[in-house]
């Protein structure tokens, strides 16, 4: 990798798709990637034990073309985490992240993820053994604090441990994880946001790169932020609407290119289909990945149906994605009515 393609020294990724567990694997990294050249993708997390032990190739692999790519680890052993992140450079990633953000019980149990955020300074011994192991970007993912921690102390703990260990990058899901009382899901909604308190972070460390991520739903919305933080990580809004990734280059990295087109992503995505049925993947495996990509336009409905229920035939191939293309209506302006 160049210095210029470097993450964070210099490719500066100022938008992000965040890592989402059962979403973000490697089809939907692959749709995500054409439209976007410069958006960061993350995988699903990976456990350091799955890692070490389990079927790297099926965890880790992936295609060329998606990147940038970051992974992202979960864990909390400084040498697993270091063993772990040198297996994930070998694979060619551009960045490894450490989870501590996840809420779940299975986490918990493992202590990683959003739990950690009570021990900043084993996540910090964490980041020192993994920047000891690699030469690519390592990268911390987490909340703003856990239960009742004081969002103020424990974010600025977190952040002061990790970056004095090295940290190239701090993203921060800018609300609570309840820990006792809320499920995963409720986590992701039920915690107030606090973006301001991300803002306040980075008035502390301006030169180091913190990034916002949590609810965020557009890019009006977003971009402001970039006057003051160094990044945007769309979750759940990039996924369901991935039509967001279509304008990111344009409107956050100034190319000079028009924005991609639903109908022109999918007519770029049918080679990457085909190869993938070829080697026996099933259609709706990937394809579960597009529904959203008409999101507001006349016949999107019809497009998620034919979708959701045609792919998961036994032999389906990519008459049916022609089927669903052929439902949606060529138009070029957004229409909630349609839906």
Request: with cysteine.
């Given at each position: 990798?160049?210095?210029?393609?470097?993450?964070?020294?210099?490719?500066?990724?100022?938008?992000?798709?965040?890592?989402?567990?059962?979403?973000?694997?490697?089809?939907?990294?692959?749709?995500?990637?054409?439209?976007?050249?410069?958006?960061?993708?993350?995988?699903?997390?990976?456990?350091?034990?799955?890692?070490?032990?389990?079927?790297?190739?099926?965890?880790?692999?992936?295609?060329?073309?998606?990147?940038?790519?970051?992974?992202?680890?979960?864990?909390?052993?400084?040498?697993?985490?270091?063993?772990?992140?040198?297996?994930?450079?070998?694979?060619?990633?551009?960045?490894?992240?450490?989870?501590?953000?996840?809420?779940?019980?299975?986490?918990?149990?493992?202590?990683?993820?959003?739990?950690?955020?009570?021990?900043?300074?084993?996540?910090?011994?964490?980041?020192?053994?993994?920047?000891?192991?690699?030469?690519?970007?390592?990268?911390?993912?987490?909340?703003?604090?856990?239960?009742?921690?004081?969002?103020?102390?424990?974010?600025?703990?977190?952040?002061?441990?990790?970056?004095?260990?090295?940290?190239?990058?701090?993203?921060?899901?800018?609300?609570?994880?309840?820990?006792?009382?809320?499920?995963?899901?409720?986590?992701?909604?039920?915690?107030?946001?606090?973006?301001?308190?991300?803002?306040?972070?980075?008035?502390?460390?301006?030169?180091?790169?913190?990034?916002?991520?949590?609810?965020?739903?557009?890019?009006?919305?977003?971009?402001?932020?970039?006057?003051?933080?160094?990044?945007?990580?769309?979750?759940?809004?990039?996924?369901?609407?991935?039509?967001?990734?279509?304008?990111?280059d344009r409107r956050l990295y100034g190319a000079?290119?028009?924005?991609?087109?639903?109908?022109?992503?999918?007519?770029?995505?049918?080679?990457?289909?085909?190869?993938?049925?070829?080697?026996?993947?099933?259609?709706?495996?990937?394809?579960?990945?597009?529904?959203?990509?008409?999101?507001?336009?006349?016949?999107?409905?019809?497009?998620?149906?034919?979708?959701?229920?045609?792919?998961?035939?036994?032999?389906?191939?990519?008459?049916?994605?022609?089927?669903?293309?052929?439902?949606?209506?060529?138009?070029?302006?957004?229409?909630?009515?349609?839906?």
């Amino acid at each position: 990798m160049t210095t210029s393609d470097r993450l964070y020294t210099g490719h500066k990724p100022r938008f992000a798709v965040a890592p989402m567990m059962e979403w973000t694997d490697r089809h939907c990294r692959a749709f995500h990637r054409l439209l976007s050249h410069h958006a960061l993708l993350y995988t699903e997390m990976v456990t350091t034990g799955a890692v070490i032990h389990g079927d790297r190739d099926h965890l880790l692999g992936f295609s060329g073309l998606e990147h940038p790519i970051a992974c992202q680890l979960g864990g909390s052993d400084p040498k697993d985490m270091a063993a772990s992140a040198r297996i994930v450079d070998e694979f060619g990633y551009d960045e490894v992240n450490i989870n501590v953000g996840c809420p779940s019980d299975r986490v918990q149990s493992g202590r990683f993820g959003a739990c950690l955020m009570q021990e900043p300074e084993l996540v910090a011994a964490c980041v020192a053994s993994m920047k000891d192991a690699v030469d690519i970007p390592v990268t911390v993912k987490c909340r703003i604090g856990v239960d009742d921690q004081d969002p103020e102390e424990a974010l600025d703990r977190m952040a002061e441990a990790v970056f004095a260990a090295g940290a190239d990058a701090l993203w921060v899901h800018a609300r609570k994880a309840w820990l006792k009382g809320l499920s995963p899901k409720e986590n992701r909604d039920i915690p107030p946001l606090d973006y301001d308190r991300v803002v306040r972070l980075k008035q502390r460390f301006p030169d180091k790169f913190i990034g916002l991520n949590g609810g965020l739903q557009s890019l009006d919305e977003a971009e402001p932020y970039l006057g003051t933080l160094d990044g945007l990580m769309f979750g759940r809004a990039a996924y369901h609407t991935p039509q967001i990734l279509g304008e990111v280059d344009r409107r956050l990295y100034g190319a000079s290119t028009q924005d991609v087109s639903p109908w022109e992503e999918v007519s770029a995505h049918m080679g990457y289909l085909d190869e993938q049925l070829s080697k026996g993947v099933k259609l709706a495996h990937m394809t579960r990945h597009m529904l959203g990509l008409f999101h507001g336009r006349p016949g999107a409905r019809s497009w998620r149906r034919i979708l959701t229920v045609e792919a998961s035939r036994p032999g389906a191939g990519l008459e049916v994605v022609e089927k669903a293309l052929a439902a949606v209506s060529p138009v070029t302006h957004y229409s909630e009515a349609a839906e």
